[in-house]
């Protein structure tokens, strides 16, 4: 305030700039809590304001680059994609709980492994003329069991579908244990560490191990994801941008584990346009 105090010019007022109207000030408020978003250094966060039945409030918060808007208040990602309605077919059956801490935990795995798994991707639908989709944190009920299933998924498709799916997978009731996933077959599961972000599981005793614990599950995890990119590119790359025809009787099997993720049904590229390039 002092700052301003200095004598100024009469016909040039010092005004303050004009408030945005209120209901678009939350994209860009500053709060005073530390961004929950993995790597964001700003202490500009507000609160995610979800709350649960429970009455228990999430416990995020995020700076005006990672926050989600949705109906004039501040979410998480996962929250406001969840109150939005994304997942519409789902709706009605999911409650979000803060007791259920699943989505939330797996928000954060998938902020640790997100960026190098997607440019991957990225690469490889370019290289294949495809269109990489990225799926948000959601509920499905898998198979004829109708696991509950939350999962997040990063996927390559062609005109039929997704070509390669990858998701970081946790099962409600075993919400300790991470599962990476390719083409809906479990490739590797390993226990979740805890990290201050979700407080989710023991803590390990000192910061140092801690940090060793996230850095060995997070470079587990990534890896092989990443070599399901690779090994995906190995089985088709023959001849890049004329692509394999007919049955592709070495690719792997859609469906083969009886899995039944909803909208993941995949296919075995069997039509191209010509897509030399
Ligand atoms: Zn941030
Ligand atoms: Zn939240």
Request: aromatic fraction near 8%; charged fraction near 20%.
């Amino acid at each position: 305030m002092n700052l301003l105090r200095r004598p100024v010019r009469d016909e040039e007022p010092v005004l303050p700039p004009a408030p945005p109207p209120p209901a678009s000030t939350l994209a860009t408020d500053f709060g005073d809590q530390w961004c929950s978003f993995r790597g964001c250094g700003q202490k500009t966060g507000l609160a995610c304001g979800y709350v649960d039945r429970h009455e228990r409030a999430c416990p995020t918060a995020w700076c005006p680059q990672h926050r989600y808007i949705s109906n004039d208040a501040v979410y998480c990602p996962t929250h406001g994609r969840f109150l939005d309605g994304t997942h519409d077919e789902f709706r009605r059956t999911v409650h979000v709980d803060i007791g259920n801490v699943v989505p939330m935990v797996l928000a954060w795995i998938v902020q640790e492994v997100d960026a190098e798994v997607a440019a991957e991707m990225t690469e490889l639908a370019a290289w294949w003329h495809q269109a990489l989709v990225i799926d948000p944190v959601r509920f499905t009920l898998v198979g004829v069991q109708r696991v509950r299933t939350w999962e997040r998924a990063w996927k390559v498709c062609d005109e039929l579908g997704p070509t390669l799916r990858l998701a970081v997978v946790i099962e409600e009731a075993e919400p300790g244990v991470a599962e990476a996933r390719i083409q809906s077959k479990t490739v590797l599961r390993l226990p979740i560490p805890w990290h201050e972000n979700h407080g989710f599981g023991e803590w390990p005793g000192s910061p140092e191990q801690a940090k060793a614990a996230v850095a060995s599950f997070r470079g587990r995890l990534l890896a092989v994801l990443l070599d399901g990119v690779a090994s995906w590119q190995h089985e088709h790359s023959a001849s890049p941008g004329s692509h394999v025809t007919g049955g592709g009787a070495a690719g792997p099997e859609p469906d083969g584990g009886g899995l039944d993720v909803a909208s993941a049904t995949w296919h075995v590229r069997s039509v191209r346009p010509g897509a030399g390039g």
